[in-house]
Each structure stands twice: as structure tokens, then as C-alpha cells.
């Protein structure tokens, strides 16, 4: 069972902006930095953003991210059909001792 | 390139073993943590195990512990995870992936393409 929590679903249509929540405590989001990775039907996640809000390179400045406390979220604005993913969050828990990931966000362009 | 290649998946019994390995290219194999993740069929991304760069500090999700080793051998570039006492629920696909950096606690940025674990009679 994942200690990140994030919505099962979200959707909008093309041009939009969704954005993604992950919520989480005080000894993953609170104390560590939120990576955020993307993964396309059948194949690898892909990373998104690292250390809450860089974007590595090649990753359209349409994706950003942020953090506050223990809340992270991940905002896609520009919504094109290639964004139909999952998403997931991670961050490393310093009580588990370990990497935790979101339990996946389905984003759907309508 | 920065390039992570599986090897070692298949189909083994409820109580078998098998040992993955995890061929790397296009980086200082050395000086990054590599972690395993898996993903079990239609499910999410769960975290199964890192290891520092050296391969002296190794950590583990509980779901695992005492049943699978996580090893890395930095003149070969490859890192291995020895899986013992296998169940059903083991059964997923198993990624090798490289930390952002030299420390395990910021993640990990490449990812393999998997292989794939059948536990099953």
C-alpha cells in the first residue's frame, strides 16, 4: 500500500490544464525532494521532473512541478493527446527507508 | 546514450530462485545508487530495492526483506538481484533504474525496459 496518495483519474480536453496532487507526510514529501515520472501504455516511466520542480532535458516546459509542505503536485498545461499517461510521484521515506511512489494518476484527453 | 539493459526474467515456481541482471552503458556506472522497481500486472510502480555506490549501504521494501539481495559490480558495470523464496505475488515486471545521483535519497532518473518475473505452477 503506497504512502503517496494521489486521484486514480483526471481529464481535460486538448489545450487545457490538469494538474496532478500527491499527498504525503512529513517523512517522505516533508523532508525529501518529489520526482514525478511519466509512463506511456506499454512501456518504461519516463522522469518528468526531479527535486520538485526541474524539468530534465527534453521535457516540454508545458510540465512543471511544486511542493509545499507534504502536498506535491504536477501541472500539464497545453494538454496535447500524447499526454495520455499515468503519472506517478515518488520520494524517499526516511521512516520506510526508502523510495515510495504514488499510487498513479490516469490522465485522459478528452 | 545512457543505456540500462534487464536480463534474467522467466518463469519460475512459487519457492524458486532467479538472479537478474542489469547491464549499464553511457554513464559513470560507479558514481550513481541504481535501484530495482517492479510493477505487477495492471498494477502501480512499487520500489523494491537500492544500493549506494559502492555497494556497502543496500536497503530493501519490506515486501522483500530477507528474500532478495541487491548487488552491484562497478568493474563489470552491472548490478544483480538475487531473488529467493519466490511467491506469486513476486510476479511483475522488474526495472533496473539509476539514481539522479550519488546518493539513493533523490530517486532515480533512467529506466531500463524490464523484465519480466511469472511466478506460477
Known amino acids: 500500500q503506497s504512502v503517496l496518495t494521489q486521484p486514480p483519474s483526471a481529464s481535460e480536453t486538448p489545450g487545457q490544464r490538469v494538474t496532478i496532487s500527491c499527498s504525503g507526510s512529513?517523512?517522505?514529501?516533508?523532508?525529501?525532494?518529489v520526482n514525478w515520472y511519466q509512463q506511456l501504455p506499454g512501456t518504461a516511466p519516463k522522469l518528468l521532473i526531479h527535486?520538485?520542480?526541474q524539468r530534465p532535458s527534453g521535457v516540454p516546459d508545458r510540465f512543471s512541478g511544486s511542493k509545499s509542505g507534504t502536498l506535491a503536485s504536477l501541472a500539464i498545461s497545453g494538454l496535447q493527446s500524447e499526454d495520455e499517461a499515468d503519472y506517478y510521484c515518488?520520494?524517499?521515506?526516511?521512516?520506510?527507508?526508502?523510495?515510495?511512489f504514488g499510487t498513479g494518476t490516469k490522465v485522459t484527453v478528452l | 546514450e545512457v543505456q540500462l539493459l534487464e536480463s534474467g526474467g522467466g518463469l519460475v515456481q512459487p519457492g524458486g530462485s532467479l538472479r537478474l541482471s542489469c547491464a549499464a552503458s553511457?554513464?559513470?556506472?560507479?558514481?550513481?545508487?541504481l535501484s530495482w522497481v517492479r510493477q505487477a500486472p495492471g498494477k502501480g510502480l512499487e520500489w523494491v530495492s537500492s544500493?549506494?555506490?559502492?555497494?556497502?549501504?543496500?536497503y530493501y521494501a519490506d515486501s522483500v526483506k530477507g528474500r532478495f539481495t541487491i548487488s552491484r559490480d562497478n568493474s563489470k558495470n552491472t548490478l544483480y538481484l538475487q531473488m529467493n523464496s519466490l511467491r506469486a505475488e513476486d510476479t511483475a515486471i522488474y526495472y533496473c533504474?539509476?539514481?539522479?545521483?550519488?546518493?539513493?535519497?533523490?530517486?532515480?532518473?533512467?529506466w531500463g525496459q524490464g523484465t519480466t518475473v511469472t511466478v506460477s505452477s
Open positions: 533504474a539509476k539514481g539522479t545521483v550519488t546518493a539513493v535519497y533523490y530517486g532515480v532518473d533512467v
Open positions: 553511457g554513464f559513470t556506472f560507479s558514481s550513481y545508487a
Open positions: 544500493i549506494s555506490v559502492s555497494g556497502g549501504t543496500t
Open positions: 512529513s517523512s517522505n514529501i516533508g523532508s525529501n525532494t
Open positions: 527535486r520538485n520542480n
Open positions: 515518488a520520494a524517499w521515506d526516511d521512516s520506510l527507508n526508502g523510495y515510495v
